[in-house]
T-cell receptor, first 109, second 114 residues
Framework: GQNIDQPTEMTATEGAIVQINCTYQTSGFNGLFWYQQHAGEAPTFLSYNVLDGLEEKGRFSSFLSRSKGYSYLLLKELQMKDSASYLCAAQTNAGKSTFGDGTTLTVKP | DTEVTQTPKHLVMGMTNKKSLKCEQHMGHRAMYWYKQKAKKPPELMFVYSYEKLSINESVPSRFSPECPNSSLLNLHLHALQPEDSALYLC?????????????FGPGTRLTVL
């Protein structure tokens, strides 16, 4: 089975750093995706982690600990346009991805 | 071309209508997906096609019927839907046979069933 948890909402200030956590319990776990979704739009890919550790990509970084079933997405130098829903998705060895409920991030001036 | 296109953008249908959603990609991806997304909820996987063959059906009711006529096209045929089927239907594609590959999502079709 699959169980994915992430906070429902977060608020942060423009220019600040925010960390969005995700925990998962996934049979046959292979890796973890992070997607960004603006209201009324399709999800867009941010990152994929399969090995433990931190992957950095510009202002966004993603971390995975397979032994703890834990991941986080770190957003630096927040901009107003970063206000969106952030979805973590656990992928199994069979290639099936299950999404968490998403974290709605609001960036305030 | 790194785009997945979906038509129509919006669709309103009655419970007795038959309609189809269409999805197209020209990235050479051999895996294509249908997801259903309700408001303020995450996408829920419905179907996966790999090399034009149905590989995953997430116990979707038979009033939804997928079809993959070729490697670039994916259809979702709708018949006798219920109002609770109103949602955003997202198509996605990725490289097949490899886990960890990015799924590219289309913009979705917003379906309203009256």
């Amino acid at each position: 089975g699959q169980n994915i948890d992430q906070p429902t909402e977060m608020t942060a200030t423009e220019g600040a750093i925010v960390q969005i956590n995700c925990t998962y319990q996934t049979s046959g776990f292979n890796g973890l995706f992070w997607y960004q979704q603006h209201a009324g739009e399709a999800p867009t890919f941010l990152s994929y982690n399969v090995l433990d550790g931190l992957e950095e990509k510009g202002r966004f970084s993603s971390f995975l600990s397979r032994s703890k079933g834990y991941s986080y997405l770190l957003l630096k130098e927040l901009q107003m346009k970063d206000s969106a829903s952030y979805l973590c998705a656990a992928q199994t060895n069979a290639g099936k991805s299950t999404f968490g409920d998403g974290t709605t991030l609001t960036v305030k001036p | 071309d790194t785009e997945v296109t979906q038509t129509p953008k919006h669709l309103v249908m009655g419970m007795t209508n038959k309609k189809s959603l269409k999805c197209e990609q020209h990235m050479g991806h051999r895996a294509m997906y249908w997801y259903k997304q309700k408001a303020k909820k995450p996408p829920e996987l419905m179907f996966v096609y790999s090399y034009e063959k149905l590989s995953i059906n997430e116990s979707v009711p038979s009033r939804f019927s997928p079809e993959c006529p070729n490697s670039s096209l994916l259809n979702l045929h709708l018949h006798a839907l219920q109002p609770e089927d109103s949602a955003l239907y997202l198509c996605a594609s990725s490289q097949a046979g490899a886990s960890g590959v990015e799924q590219f999502f289309g913009p979705g079709t917003r379906l309203t069933v009256l």
